[in-house]
């Protein structure tokens, strides 16, 4: 395993300036120019993009920037000790010590040890004091060589303790004394590498301060070791000092909580120690909910309104695609071997016929109604699982039951893909509020596998039935009216504003409204009426387009590009062609203002071809490889090759002509790029492929 660091990778007492995106930038280079990355702009748009989610400033003048990025050929830390110090955003002021973590994308667990070690070590004061009266770089390096070598643990750690270590187990609690508070702790942040295993430290440090035992589960990159269940059952309170979601709450569930940014548990740990012992003595403290759901006090992380909605949105949507995907494919399969007529006949030929009876037409027949059969099956979960997942994303467990059954009363009331939006809304809030009433020890137990299903889908789907469903439907029902009689110029602009939805935030939640507005509707169509087919080929095609036409750009003129970007276009060609939008999203991330117009322009005549010559697709997704779903084919693959070339032509002229406006670093110093500039970075989409 080669060193970390090298002497090449340190700068001592130099002035950087003071913002904290031109340290990071020229630390990047650093990396890159030891051979141990191949990009600094792609490196250092990682390193920013982690920066802009979380300051890493920590207190004892601090920083630590670090990510995780493709462009990282090997795990490697380059530090700085600036003079003057650089603002990193800790509360105590500027940092004089700037350690720049950099891990590759699939950093192997050894690798991810020693660079979590090294973020531990910087909690410890006789190390930071070493490293500001080190004379020089190969000193730097010898006592940073010397913190990541293995070492026995603290011999003044309290007994039972947990030592926050990557693969953090506690000694066993009869081992501590008997008059001390136990209390169990889970710290993650997004790249699990620095803030995890320092948050835990820090906590544990504070807690032997306060004269309590804390065990802490490190949820990081490398290796976690669960809590023994014997530790979290004598425990008197838990503290979550997350960014990310506690993996398996549900075995905290009935324990007083305290929940806060891992930042939080570095930058203030003796508070959070201190509100979790007064959570222990309070029986009116929130408590881990019997589903897993972590309510909180005291500092949580702020989340307005419209990004919770937009949550919850989203988390329905993407766990409706699977059944979107899989059943409207069947269903396009069954068409193409039985024909357009087998959705009214593929119930009986099931039931009265087998491999070896087969029904009038052969095997194609009888196989086609099959494979129709398991596709409406699956198409008919669309709904419920997006209403069920929806009140899954509001109250957790408790409200999947609900959910659904809101779902699946929006479908007894016509009221389509909008009645599950609103179902779902509406059975998340009822089953969240009921999961937050005081009820008495004995039935806690009882109210998320009896009581909230209960009684919220009592109210949920009651007011579906009589209030909400009658005037839903009767919109739906208009709406589809109306699409089914747009014809000529009409649809051409329906087909255009769809187009300019799927590639305006390219799988985001626009994106994610037009999709999901055109699968809700395929199964309506039909030989008589097929305008939510073509709304389906103008959904799909239009969402071809931004990756293709970015593989296409980066054909044309190479030097516009960098090379990780000229990588990302190889790729783009493939997940453009299968419809997966998120292909464009590496090179949007950190260009967005010349790509994703390009981008628009291109979905948006592709779109518009498509509504205008009446292309239709019966599959949901696939793209190209569901070309025997497709109706007009040929002028499919026109108004794609179009979209593509003007997107394509116009993302090489913006980078030609047109300057990028000057990015404001958080300490208000600008970096001027001017066109023609890449900073590509590889990024990978927020949502799953799989969940468009």
């Known amino acids: 395993m080669s060193s970390l660091i090298t002497p090449g990778l340190v700068i001592l007492d130099e002035d950087l300036g003071t913002d904290r995106a031109a340290v990071i930038r020229r630390l990047a280079g650093l990396v890159t ?70 891990a590759p994308d699939g950093a192997d667990q050894a690798h991810l040890v020693l660079l979590s070690k090294l ?46 270590s990557p693969a953090s187990a506690a000694t066993p609690v009869a081992d501590a004394p008997a ?19 320092m948050a835990a430290d820090s906590l544990v440090a504070a807690a032997k301060r306060a004269g309590a035992e804390l065990h802490v589960e490190t949820q990081g990159s490398s290796s976690v070791t669960p809590l023994d269940p014997a530790i979290i059952a004598n425990a008197v309170a838990v503290v979550f000092a997350v960014d990310v979601d506690v993996r398996d709450k549900a075995r905290f569930a009935g324990k007083p909580v305290i929940k806060a940014p891992v930042k939080r548990g570095i930058d203030e740990p003796d508070q959070m120690i201190a509100e979790a012992l007064a959570a222990a003595n309070d029986p009116q403290a929130r408590r881990v909910s019997g589903d897993g759901a972590a309510a909180s006090t005291g500092t949580t992380t702020d989340e307005h309104v419209g990004q919770k909605i937009k949550r919850w949105l989203l988390t329905g949507v993407s766990y409706m695609i699977p059944f979107v995907a899989g059943g409207g494919l069947l269903i396009a399969l ?8 087998i ?106 596998v009896v009581i909230i299903p209960l009684v919220g889908s009592i109210f949920a789907s009651g007011l579906m039935v009589i209030v909400l469903g009658g005037p839903i439907a009767a919109l739906m029902a208009g709406l589809n009216d109306w699409l089914s009689s747009l014809t000529g110029a009409s649809a051409i602009v329906l087909g255009l504003i769809l187009g300019i939805m799927m590639a305006a935030d390219l799988g985001g ?86 790509v994703i117009p390009a981008g628009i322009v291109g979905s948006a005549l592709t779109g518009a071809i498509v509504m205008g010559t009446g292309v239709t697709s019966q599959a949901p997704h696939g793209g190209i490889f569901v070309f025997f779903a497709i109706g007009n084919l040929a002028m499919f693959i ?29 300490d208000g110093a600008s970096a001027d790029v001017t066109a023609g500039a890449s900073s590509a970075a590889p990024v990978r989409a927020g949502v799953p492929v799989a969940a468009r």
Not at 59 to 74: F, Q
Not at 128 to 155: F, K, N, Q, Y
Not at 179 to 197: E, F, Q, S
């Open 33 to 102: 120019a030891s051979g141990r990355a191949s990009d600094t702009e792609a490196l250092f748009a990682d390193a920013w993009a982690r920066e802009s989610k979380t300051d890493t400033g920590i207190p004892g003048g601090i920083a630590i920037p670090h990510c995780r990025s493709t462009a990282v050929l090997e795990p490697t830390l380059a530090m700085a000790r600036p003079a003057p110090a650089v603002d990193f955003g800790a509360s105590d002021g500027p940092a004089d010590i700037i350690f720049f973590i950099a």
């Open 638 to 666: 026109v108004a794609i090759l179009a979209g593509t070339v003007v997107s394509g032509l116009l993302v090489v002229a913006l980078k030609r002509w047109v300057r990028r406006r000057p990015v404001e670093g958080v």
């Open 334 to 341: 069954g068409f193409l071997l039985a024909g357009y007529d």
């Open 179 to 197: 008059d001390r508070p136990i209390l169990v702790a889970v710290t993650a942040c997004p790249t699990g590498i620095a803030h995890t295993y």
């Open 509 to 594: 939640p626009i994106n994610k409204v037009a999709y999901s507005f055109a699968v809700a509707g395929l199964a309506a169509g039909s030989i008589t009426n097929q305008a939510p087919w073509q709304i389906m080929a103008a959904v799909m095609a239009a969402g071809m387009v931004p990756p293709l036409a970015l593989a296409f750009a980066t054909l044309i003129d190479k030097k516009l590009f960098s090379q990780a970007e000229r990588e990302n276009g190889k790729a783009a060609w493939l997940l453009g062609a299968a419809f997966i939008s998120e292909g464009a999203i590496p090179f949007a991330a950190v260009d967005p203002l010349r």
């Open 343 to 448: 959705n009214s006949r593929a119930t009986d030929i099931i039931l009265q016929n087998s491999l070896f009876n087969l029904p009038d037409g052969g095997l194609g027949t009888y196989l086609g109604a099959v494979a129709f059969a398991i596709g409406a099956a699956s198409m008919g979960f669309l709904v419920p699982a997006l209403a069920g997942y929806i009140a899954y994303a509001i109250a957790d467990r408790p409200g999947i039951a609900v959910g659904f059954t809101a779902g699946a009363v929006a479908l007894i009331m016509n009221a389509g893909f909008l009645g599950g939006l609103i179902g779902g809304l509406l059975a998340g809030f009822i089953a969240w509020a009921l999961g937050r009433l005081q009820v008495p020890r004995w039935l806690r137990g009882l109210m998320p």
């Open 119 to 164: 973020a531990r070590s910087l909690i410890k004061p006789e190390f930071v004091t070493a490293l500001r009266e080190a004379p020089s770089a190969e000193a730097i390096v010898e006592l940073v060589d010397g913190a990541l070598a293995d070492e026995p643990a603290p011999a003044a750690e309290p007994a039972g303790a947990s030592a926050a």
